[in-house]
Nanobody, 123 residues
């Protein structure tokens, strides 16, 4: 059974940092791109960042690259370093995996999902 398990979420203040991690299991992920999405209540799940199965290249939504860094420790572990967090970053963050070199930006089109980890940034 394939599982993606996120960790590292929490409640922080504006300007703080968090590092999210996602560990995938249940199959080989060396041919899967991995990425992160986030969702706030009542809104569509949105793309945050992705990394190719090779460990690069990477892609980010808008200018998040200025504060977020996605990395891949191994074929089945992906991290998201988030610096200078803002209240608008508050959301549930989800890990995703998709066969091939790219994460699909429409969240529902990706193969596998985690259960999410809550990130709350207070002023």
């Amino acid at each position: 059974q394939v599982q993606l398990v996120e960790s590292g979420g929490g409640q922080v203040q504006t300007g703080d940092s968090l590092r999210l991690s996602c560990v995938a299991s249940g199959r080989t992920f060396d041919n899967y791109a991995m990425g992160w999405f986030r969702q706030v209540p009542g809104m569509e799940r949105e793309f945050v960042a992705a990394i190719s199965y090779s460990g690069g290249p990477t892609s980010y939504e808008d200018d998040l690259w200025r504060r977020f860094t996605i990395s891949r420790d191994s074929e089945n572990t992906v991290n998201l370093q988030m610096n200078n967090l803002k209240p608008e970053d508050t959301a549930v963050y989800y890990c995703a995996a998709e066969a091939g070199p790219y994460i699909r930006r429409r969240w529902s089109e990706n193969d596998y999902w985690g259960q999410g980890t809550q990130v709350t940034v207070s002023r």
